[in-house]
């Protein structure tokens, strides 16, 4: 009964519960994040094959020369750069066009062009690998056919290929890109545009020497989740493909290729050696960025 | 003047009007496809091209029928949406209590932990947590999809973010009054979550309902799968299960929008919590 007490009063205590409050996340984070990345790092310098496994040093990471992976991290980059290019400018302009003045109806506009948010990948995917799909009388064929272009095959092209995957990053994510825009529109003052219109700047000139300026957090913001989800993308080109598989990899992804190596071959070593240059891509990004934002600055303040 | 911004408000409508219709485009076609039947849509592909005196439910009928194991997966789907939504939104508020009201020794460090999950991607990890995964015997367990992700590093983030304008005078106050620690939490600071738990709470629901990649991974019995992973499986080469692919795509989004046209608000704020500044 004593004993009781006593813990109670532990738990109870203000130097304790914050612990209580944290643990949650204390736990998940070592059982499931720390331990993961422990055992991948292990795993990536060895050969697991059942029960035996034999340290093989650097042998997993020789995988860097393996043209596949090459063409898969070349992939994953530039359908990083490009969806960066694309997904940080069209939604910027439609969300300062959308905050006009003269605009009606925003809400309106607003609510309806956040609506593919709401879709999930294995939706969007069905619709667009089949408005594209190689039939003649498949949607995309029939708008080229009216324009007097014969049928295209679209998933089999590399050039067309790459279109569709932008277009379905660009349906999803820009109502998003410009809700994050719009939220950071209305923190900018606006007499700052009255002043600028007085002082006869154009619409161009207030946009580029007042909007972008005080939109460069969000901007930051969106190349940041931009890069990340570009450099992880996988279920995007899954669902086009129907599988992780494109014809002569021209779809096959960073991570399309960990999926392959880990789940489809079962080749456990080099599958955590790729997951392990992933991890340092990702971080060296991470750190790039903090340090173009400032952020190391800024702390010793 | 005047003039001038008349002709800019009729550009910028006519310019979003033709957005939106392409936006919505694509279900539109989901939506109009989902009336024929799918051997139709197997020979001539998904457009817009609808006999209106042959168009019929007859697919949402199929559906329904029981027959095969749609509405297997939307209970399963919506299952753990529930759970996922309910253990994270409360797992999550106490971490980011814990960070927002507390000075303890470590503070710094944790909340490091959580910035670095936040930032790195699920995909990273994939393989060693299958692993993980397996050994634990929770493969087409619905808590092996559950576990890895009970607490949210965005929405401690956020929670931690909401909590820090609640100034701490406000617990030394209850303190005073003999409210314990935890009394504190669940009788002041839960009733003055709430309007923070809508927007969180789409925002963990819809990443559940739409999760696919984990849940692919983790299950594979016919019978365990999510809706997702569920409706990818239909994509077959031979197009013998578009009837319930389509419709069935098409049932998976109307209930999201119905919730959207009634809570936008909350959507928009939940799914755009990311961009809310420190």
């Known amino acids: ?301 | 003047m005047k003039k001038k911004s008349r002709t800019t408000s009729v550009f910028l409508i006519v310019f979003f009007v033709i957005v939106t219709a392409i936006t919505l485009l694509p279900l539109a076609l989901l939506a109009v496809s989902s009336l024929r039947p799918g051997s139709d849509l197997m020979r001539y592909g998904l457009n817009f091209n609808i006999d209106w005196a042959t168009a019929s439910l007859n697919e949402y009928r199929m559906l329904f029928s029981g027959a095969n194991n749609y509405f297997i997966w939307y209970r399963n789907s919506l299952l753990i949406t529930v759970v996922q939504v309910a253990l994270a939104l409360f797992l999550s508020a106490c971490v980011g209590y814990g960070f927002a009201m507390y000075e303890f020794r470590g503070k710094n460090l944790s909340f490091a932990c959580v910035l670095l999950v936040m930032m790195v991607p699920t995909e990273v990890i994939l393989l060693p947590l299958y692993r993980l995964i397996t050994r634990m015997h929770l493969i087409n367990n619905m808590w092996g999809i559950i576990l890895p992700y009970l607490v949210v590093p965005m929405l401690v983030f956020f929670f931690r973010q909401y909590l820090s304008g609640i100034p701490k005078d406000f617990l030394d106050a209850a303190r005073v009054d003999g409210c314990t620690e935890y009394g504190i939490f669940f009788r002041i600071m839960i009733p003055l979550m709430k309007p923070s738990f809508a927007a969180m709470g789409i925002y963990q629901g819809m990443s559940s309902w739409n999760n696919f990649l984990w849940p692919m991974i983790v299950t594979n019995s016919i019978t365990k799968i999510t809706l997702p992973v569920g409706l990818q499986s239909l994509l077959s080469p031979y197009g013998n299960n578009y009837d319930i692919l389509i419709a069935g795509s098409c049932f998976a989004i109307i209930p999201i929008l119905i919730l959207f046209a009634a809570f936008q608000r909350y959507f928009i704020e939940g799914m755009t919590a990311g961009g809310v500044k420190g």
Not at chain 1, 85 to 102: F, G
Not at chain 1, 160 to 177: A, D, K, P, S, Y
Not at chain 1, 269 to 297: D, E, H, P, R
């Open chain 1, 1 to 301: 009964m004593k004993k009781k007490g006593i813990l109670k009063k532990v738990l109870y205590s203000q130097k304790v519960a914050p612990y209580v409050f944290i643990a949650p996340f204390i736990i998940t984070f070592v059982v499931f994040f720390a331990y993961s990345i422990f055992s991948m790092v292990m795993m990536s310098f060895q050969k697991v094959a059942g029960p035996n496994t034999v340290f093989v040093g650097l042998d997993n990471y020789k995988v860097i020369h393996n043209s596949i992976f090459i063409k898969s991290l070349k992939n994953s980059i530039f359908y990083t750069i490009v969806s960066c290019a694309l997904m940080i400018p069209i939604p910027l302009v439609m969300a300062v066009m959308l905050n006009s003045k003269s605009m009606k109806a925003k809400s309106f506009f607003r609510s309806l062009l956040f609506i593919p948010a709401l879709t999930s990948v294995v939706v969007a995917g069905v619709v667009f690998r089949m408005m594209f799909g190689e039939l003649e009388g498949s949607f995309m064929n029939q708008v080229i056919a009216s324009f007097g272009q014969g049928p295209l095959i679209w998933l089999r092209t590399p050039g067309t290929v790459w279109m569709v995957l932008f277009f379905v990053c660009l349906w999803r994510w820009t109502g998003v890109n410009m809700m994050y825009y719009l939220s950071g529109l209305q923190q900018i003052p606006s007499d700052l545009y009255e002043s600028a219109s007085i002082d006869g700047a154009s619409t161009w000139q207030a946009f580029w020497n007042i909007t972008v300026p005080l939109l460069k957090p969000t901007i930051i913001y969106v190349l940041t989740i931009s890069i990340f989800g570009g450099m992880a993308m996988f279920s995007e080109s899954y669902m086009i493909f129907n599988g992780n598989k494109s014809p002569n990899n021209i779809g096959t992804t960073l991570v399309g290729f960990l999926y392959r190596m880990a789940f489809e071959q079962n080749n456990l070593g080099i599958g955590s050696a790729v997951g392990v240059i992933f991890l340092s891509i990702v971080l060296v990004v991470n750190f790039l960025q903090l340090f173009a934002n400032g952020t190391f600055g800024r702390k010793e303040k």
